[in-house]
């Protein structure tokens, strides 16, 4: 995922661990259109996101529909317990 203008490309990526360092992973098809290679130096901006998946609409409705039962929210609670 990421937004591009005619200077800038912005891309969504996860940190890994690698060793003692932290490392981010650039894909090869990226590299090759900015032509950078390993070992060159590039700017980077981190910020953090909050990633949450979301539900499709109709998926949504019918959990609800099943949530909202009596007897489906005394399971719940009893298996909380």
Same mark, same amino acid.
């Given at each position: 995922?990421?937004?591009?203008?005619?200077?800038?490309?912005?891309?969504?990526?996860?940190?890994?661990?690698?060793?003692?360092?932290?490392?981010?992973?650039? #894909?090869? /098809?990226?590299?090759? @259109? +900015?032509?950078?290679?390993?070992? !060159?130096?590039? *700017?980077?901006? $981190?910020? #953090?996101? /909050?990633?949450?998946? @979301? +539900?499709?609409?109709?998926?949504? !409705?019918?959990? *609800?529909?099943? $949530?909202?039962?009596?007897?489906?929210?005394?399971?719940?609670?009893?298996?909380?317990?």
């Amino acid at each position: 995922m990421y937004h591009s203008d005619t200077m800038h490309r912005c891309m969504l990526v996860r940190l890994r661990k690698n060793g003692n360092s932290t490392t981010i992973t650039v #894909p090869p /098809d990226e590299l090759a @259109r +900015l032509g950078i290679r390993a070992g !060159d130096y590039v *700017e980077i901006t $981190l910020q #953090p996101v /909050d990633i949450r998946p @979301r +539900l499709p609409a109709d998926l949504a !409705d019918a959990a *609800e529909a099943v $949530l909202s039962r009596p007897s489906v929210a005394e399971a719940f609670r009893l298996l909380a317990e």
